[in-house]
């Protein structure tokens, strides 16, 4: 393999965990950190006491907005480093 | 999508699918009209129960296949949108349909736990796993870590906790087909089992995973259908609004006003003291079981003696003398009854019947007594506990993993667990909704009902089993009190029709869905199962020289073995459909999740760290349950007391075992040598698409 496509490769795995790091640690947050103070954050929101909102759908909607975020981003970094299967589209 | 074919299947799905839900609607709708012509319940039941089996046999029949790609993987080739429906389907189990809304029913914030480890743990598999097992693109879980770490050991471990977790959760649902059946028809609990049975053969054993892909997005539409109906019906009946989702919250406000006042409700704190002093006699019982109970047998003798003498009515005798009977014959017999009358009688004498205030997050005060700080840092400590175990089980379940192989791509695959996501998504905004309307529909419609004017459906769900609903006029006043009624978690969802007073259709549908459900998460097990004995036992390490052909006919009898063996646990009612299914997500955590992970992204994990740590994660998830938990500690006789680490209850036993597991790994890999030049270059192939 090229010395340059070899730094590509680097370069985009680097780029990967980067991404993978920082949705994950946003995963965390919503997940652990959120809930464990969820008594005391129990304002009004709508109706529902806060926590109670996020357990029930914020945090669900966040994850959905994750994996999309990561689907799209991760499709175009593959094709933007040359990596994608079939040039391309499959 | 550049393939033309693969662009023209997916024309033709959308297609079949969409004709396929339109002839649904009318198919449901006739019935409406059926039954306001007169057609009778049992009828009703019976004509959603065999139209959908029959249905999915049918797909079944006309996806049979024997070809190995096909048998194994769906050929490759389901685009990522009806991928991710199959996948939602395959994830949402009874568990997720019946159970779930009971749950957040009974224990409001705490319910909450199951919705937030069950889609969190998407992102796992989304970022941490699904692209990479789709550029690895074989067949099974244990294949991946045969090819990762070589060696017999990763494989076979990987093979045991497959198959462990997936029978634990298998056992689930046919034991909750069982139960549905049984509603819906009125035949035998057992008989019930075996018919569903019939229906998940015929679909996973003619056509493997295609026949199931295909048939779990029909029952995906069944399922969402099933369960929105009835949601959206009762929110236009309190609200207007059609969309339970948006506006549940006002009335989460209204169903904590109204605790409030029923808390200060002299009636029910009347309910409260007479449950109190029955448990209080009970404990008294306790306290000398053999004097207590000759009292009893001597008290209930005077008053037929009495009754006799007095020549009272025979029908006043014959009650006294069944009363008689009815008294446990030794003190044995005596005390395990009472111990159970008493806990029962105990847990009732709580305010709002023992549920706790529905939006409040944790048990307990932190501001309050000792007791109460301790009880709410124990709470919380435990609901973190059991999201963990849920998310990371979520991103380990072979069963579900297996769904990443059958995308055309590595792009479709991270496409397809988005998808897979927001069709579960349209079920789990809704389930809580469900709960807070149910909550309102009994606090404001049903407490305070007389009890000669109560609906007709507790009396017959009553008559199926007392342990799903019961009531009692125990301070004798002739009007319920939310104190006197007791509603079981798994018939929530199936009597909510009922509850809100929607036609008996939609009873009908409401069970036909949780059918779909518990089928197809069943047919996805069973085939995980099968596979993991077939193609990883038997093909890779009995005989590597089996034909396509033969090793798909071997899957198939093993399909049937296994499939009478979990029928036969299932029909032994052993613990509740939540416990199974959450020890089914521990066990997978602990044995899977560290050597999948670490396999992706540290190349410096070997054989020997992955097979340790995989043994010790499994082991000490295992020890923790049977130890610790009521109903395994009573199949496995353990006298031993019960120990908790850290107030940590059993059913969250995977979080000792995810972290042991994921120490072992690393501690072991490092002690010992790298794993070489050809686990690198593995490494390097799945980290890149292409």
């Not at chain 2, 049979?64 to 194994?72: G, I, L, M, N």
């Not at chain 2, 026949?211 to 609200?239: D, G, R």
């Not at chain 2, 301790?374 to 506990?385: C, G, V």
């Not at chain 2, 949780?514 to 005989?543: C, E, F, P, Q, R």
Request: hydrophobic letters at 55%; glycine letters at 8%; one cysteine or more.
């Amino acid at each position: 393999m090229a010395e340059q496509a070899i730094n590509t490769r680097v370069a985009y795995w680097r780029k990967n965990l980067r991404i993978t790091a920082a949705l994950l640690a946003i995963w965390f947050v919503v997940t652990f950190v959120v809930t464990f103070f969820a008594r005391e954050l129990s304002f009004s929101f709508f109706g529902w006491p806060f926590s109670f909102w996020m357990a029930a759908q914020g945090a669900l909607l966040v994850y959905l907005a994750l994996i999309g975020f990561y689907a799209w981003f991760m499709n175009r970094l593959d094709l933007a480093s040359g990596v994608a299967e079939d040039g391309g589209r499959g | 999508m550049a393939d033309p074919s693969q662009a023209a299947f997916t024309r033709r799905l959308n297609k079949v699918y969409g004709l396929y839900t339109v002839g649904l609607l009318i198919f449901i709708a006739g019935l409406a009209g059926l039954e306001m012509l007169g057609l009778s319940r049992r009828l009703i039941g019976v004509i959603f129960l065999l139209a959908t089996v029959l249905l999915y046999a049918a797909i079944g029949v006309v996806s049979r296949t024997t070809d190995a790609d096909e048998y194994y993987v769906a050929g490759r080739r389901v685009p990522a949108l009806y991928n991710g429906m199959a996948t939602g389907a395959d994830w949402m189990s009874a568990a997720s349909f019946i159970s779930l809304s009971g749950t957040m029913y009974l224990q409001g914030y705490a319910g909450l736990a199951f919705i937030m480890g069950w889609t969190g743990g998407y992102c796992l598999v989304a970022l941490l796993l699904a692209p990479y097992l789709r550029r690895f693109g074989q067949f099974t879980i244990p294949d991946f870590l045969d090819a990762r770490y070589g060696g017999t050991w990763p494989r076979l471990m990987g093979v045991v906790a497959a198959i462990l977790c997936s029978f634990t959760y298998v056992v689930a649902q046919i034991y909750a087909i069982g139960l549905i059946t049984s509603h819906l028809t009125g035949v035998a609990f057992e008989i019930g089992i075996f018919l569903g049975l019939g229906g998940i053969l015929v679909c996973s054993f003619l056509g493997g995973m295609r026949a199931v892909t295909w048939t779990q997005v029909a029952q995906y539409i069944v399922i969402v259908i099933a369960f929105l109906v009835p949601v959206v019906w009762l929110s236009v009946k309190q609200t207007g609004v059609p969309f339970p989702q948006a506006i549940y919250g006002a009335q989460l406000e209204k169903v904590t006003q109204r605790e409030q006042a029923l808390r200060a409700d002299p009636k029910e704190i009347e309910v409260i003291a007479l449950f109190k002093a029955r448990a209080d006699e009970y404990a008294a019982r306790l306290k000398d079981v053999p004097a207590a109970l000759a009292a009893e047998q001597q008290a209930a003798k005077q008053r037929v003696a009495d009754l006799r003498t007095a020549d009272a009515p025979l029908a006043q005798i014959q009650t006294a003398e069944k009363a008689l009977l009815a008294l446990p014959r030794d003190a044995q017999t005596a005390r395990r009854a009472w111990t159970q009358a008493q806990a029962s009688d105990e847990s009732r004498a709580q305010p709002l019947g023992g549920m706790p205030p529905h939006g409040v997050a944790f048990a307990g005060d932190p501001q309050g007594s000792a007791t109460e700080q301790r009880s709410y840092r124990d709470s919380r400590l435990n609901f973190l506990a059991l999201v963990f175990c849920l998310t990371l089980g979520t991103a380990a379940l072979p069963h579900l993993l297996m769904r990443c192989y059958t995308t055309p791509s590595v792009r479709q695959a991270r496409q397809s667990v988005t998808w897979s996501l927001f069709f579960i998504l349209l079920l789990y905004l809704s389930a809580p909704a469900l709960a807070v309307l149910v909550k309102y529909e009994v606090f404001n419609v049903l407490v305070g009902t007389p009890f000669d004017s109560l609906p007709a459906w507790i009396a017959n769900w009553a008559k199926v089993d007392p342990n799903l609903l019961s009531v009692i006029d125990i301070n004798h006043d002739g009007v319920l009190q939310l104190g006197e009624i007791r509603i079981g978690t798994d018939i929530v969802v199936l009597a909510t029709p009922e509850i809100g007073g929607l036609p008996y259709v939609v009873s009908g549908m409401v069970a036909a869905g949780a059918l779909a459900a518990a089928l197809s998460t069943a047919d996805g097990l069973l085939l995980t199962i099968s596979n993991a004995l077939s193609h990883d036992v038997y093909y890779k390490m009995v005989d590597p020289q089996a034909s396509n052909g033969r090793r798909v006919t071997i899957s198939k009898m093993l399909l049937l073995v296994v499939a009478l063996a979990a029928a036969a646990v299932a029909a032994q009612k052993p613990a509740d459909i939540v416990f199974l299914v959450s020890a089914a997500f521990s066990i997978a955590a602990s044995a899977l999740f560290p050597a999948l992970v670490l396999g992706v992204f540290w190349k410096r994990a070997n054989a020997l760290g992955a097979a340790l740590g995989m043994a010790s994660g499994l082991l000490m998830t295992v020890y923790y349950m049977v130890r610790n938990e009521a109903w395994m500690r009573d199949v496995f006789g353990i006298s031993a007391p019960v120990d908790l680490w850290f107030a940590i209850q059993p059913i969250s036993a995977g979080v000792f075992g995810v972290l042991l597991g994921f120490v072992v790994t690393v501690g072991v890999s490092l002690a010992t040598r790298a794993s070489g030049a050809r686990s690198d270059a593995f490494v390097d192939h799945i980290r890149f698409p292409g």
